[in-house]
Nanobody
Framework: QVQLVESGGGLVQPGGSLRLSCAAS????????MGWYRQAPGKERELVAA???????NYADSVKGRFTISRDNAKNTVYLQMGSLKPEDTAVYYC????????????????WGQGTQVTVSS
């Protein structure tokens, strides 16, 4: 069984910063891409940032220059450092990971965290 557990969400004023963490645990052989998505009320879930196991990153245009994604492969953990936060960043943030596991065969499975609320408001 594999779990992704997120932490670090909360309420922050515009212009402030937050750091999200997501730790994967369980029967993990390796992790390919890890990422963060977000979903605001009434909107579809969107990619915020992703990072490969080699460290290549990509970001949504709306967060470039403000957010930084990183990972600690030894800890199976991905981070999202968010700065210069805006009210439009308010959303539930979800961690995602492409994890190699063994069931009846080796396969990569997409796992999701439970989500953490980020609210940017004065």
């Amino acid at each position: 069984q594999v779990q992704l557990v997120e932490s670090g969400g909360g309420l922050v004023q515009p212009g402030g910063s937050l750091r999200l963490s997501c730790a994967a645990s369980g029967s993990i052989f390796s992790i390919n891409t890890m990422g963060w998505y977000r979903q605001a009320p009434g909107k579809e879930r969107e990619l915020v940032a992703a990072i490969t196991n080699g460290g290549s990153t990509n970001y949504a245009d709306s967060v470039k220059g403000r957010f930084t994604i990183s990972r600690d492969n030894a800890k199976n953990t991905v981070y999202l450092q968010m700065g210069s936060l805006k009210p439009e960043d308010t959303a539930v943030y979800y961690c995602n990971a492409d994890i190699l596991v063994y069931g009846s065969s080796w396969q990569y499975i997409d796992y999701w965290g439970q989500g953490t609320q980020v609210t940017v408001s004065s």
